[in-house]
């Protein structure tokens, strides 16, 4: 489907709904709706819809989700719901069949549900909108860059990259471990802190191999809290947006301590001249870093939370997927406003228009003959009284 052809059959279809928007309202005031997208066989492919209070649909109809692309071009059917005791809880995932695999955070930025004819199962919308929300692109864009597009054109973002390398050191930790003597164990613990801080940290050896990809976990990190910090800045009114930001910037904090950490216990094993003392501070360097990558339940409640001192990459990841959750508003897409064509200005004429003839040739050349017509007037003028002055004193005959 074109995107001429889908832009219209959503106009056309939003347009049909606000009758049942007006009449919801009216009967059950705004439900609670959100659509949630999470990890299932890959990564950020499948959404769950929970909507409470919701009316059951017309006879004969059934509510469909829908997810929509930036350019409105593409349309995904997530399949029609059920209405149990006025809810809709519905999970699209790898067990619906239209699924794919694809990451729906990279595809998409808008959710609709619509009324469709029970079981027609439609390829695009063809009922009215009854609930609907759109991400801003611009920040869609950012998120995207947390989770699936960083650097641009990759099918990765930020924090699965952070995980990659907090992966890569941890191994790096575990090699230094085992390793059969004192060098050994150095050359595997520099390894880890190029890692860690990369190409252009203070203690990176250039001298020794760097497993990681260059930049360095800190580098990533400060990465991380820039692009969250754009979403917000680009989407001011999306509350979903600004408060998941908070939750990461907590989880960042925390990334953050846990990577310093690290860094300084191996620095300090690979000041030991003891190998027995310098598996002491690998070990804690260790576990700094599995607190890095998957977080730490410091209160023992048994829930690793996005607080300060718990939360960490694993966490983030999560929060990063919750800056994109829909929240549901009833009734169709509001139409944009069609632009006001602004009237061409009608040219003013001087204030004083002449006409003559095109200038061409020496530019003095019509000064001096305006210059002539007045010497010419002037002398028929005092010609004129010369002649009167002299018929005036002729004698009589």
Not at 80 to 92: L, S
Not at 115 to 130: F, H, Q, T
Not at 295 to 301: A, I, M, P, R, W
Not at 341 to 350: A, L, M, N, Q
Request: glycine share 8%.
């Amino acid at each position: 489907m074109t995107k001429l052809k889908l832009g219209i059959l959503l106009a056309a279809v939003s347009l049909a709904a606000i009758p049942f928007a007006l009449a919801y309202a009216e009967e059950h005031g705004e439900a609670a709706a959100t659509a949630v997208i999470s990890d299932d066989q890959a990564l950020s492919d499948a959404i769950t819809y929970s909507i409470a209070n919701i009316p059951d649909p017309s006879s004969g109809t059934e509510y469909v989700g829908w997810l929509i692309s930036d350019d409105e071009v593409t349309s995904l059917s997530t399949g029609a719901m059920t209405v149990d005791g006025g809810n809709i809880n519905h999970v699209f995932d790898s067990s619906s069949s239209r699924y794919s695999g694809s990451n729906l955070i990279h595809l998409f930025n808008k959710v609709a549900i619509t009324e469709e004819a029970a079981g027609s199962d439609p390829d695009a919308p063809a009922g009215p909108v009854v609930y609907h929300h759109e991400i801003p692109l611009e920040a869609m864009e950012h998120i995207r860059s947390m989770l699936t597009n960083w650097p641009t054109g990759a099918s990765t973002g930020t924090l699965t990259n952070l995980k990659g390398q907090l992966d890569i050191a941890i191994a790096q930790a575990a090699l230094a471990r085992d390793a059969d003597d004192l060098s050994g164990m150095h050359d595997y613990l520099q390894q880890l802190v190029n890692v860690m801080e990369g190409s252009d940290g203070s203690n990176y050896d250039a001298s020794a191999e760097n497993p990681g990809d260059g930049m360095g976990i800190l580098k990533h990190l400060q990465e991380l809290d820039a692009q969250a910090q754009r979403a917000v800045e680009a989407a001011p009114g999306e509350a979903s947006i600004s408060s998941a930001a908070g939750r990461l910037d907590a989880l960042i904090t925390n990334t953050d301590a846990w990577v310093d950490g690290a860094i300084m216990e191996a620095l300090r094993a690979l000041d030991h001249t003891d190998m027995d003392y310098a598996r002491l501070a690998l070990e804690s360097a260790v576990g700094f870093l599995n607190s890095a990558r998957n977080g730490l339940d410091e209160n023992v409640d048994g829930t690793i939370a996005s607080i300060e001192g718990e939360g960490a990459v694993e966490q983030a990841y999560v929060e990063a997927q919750q800056m994109a959750v829909y929240t549901l508003t009833p009734g169709p897409f509001p139409v944009p406003p069609t632009p006001t064509p602004t009237p061409t200005p009608t040219p003013t004429p001087p204030a004083f228009p002449s006409i003559g003839l095109p200038v061409v040739g020496d530019a003095a050349v019509p000064t001096a003959a305006r210059m002539a017509v007045i010497a010419a007037v002037m002398l028929l003028v005092a010609g004129g009284l010369v002649v009167a002055r002299t018929r005036r004193t002729r004698p009589s005959s």
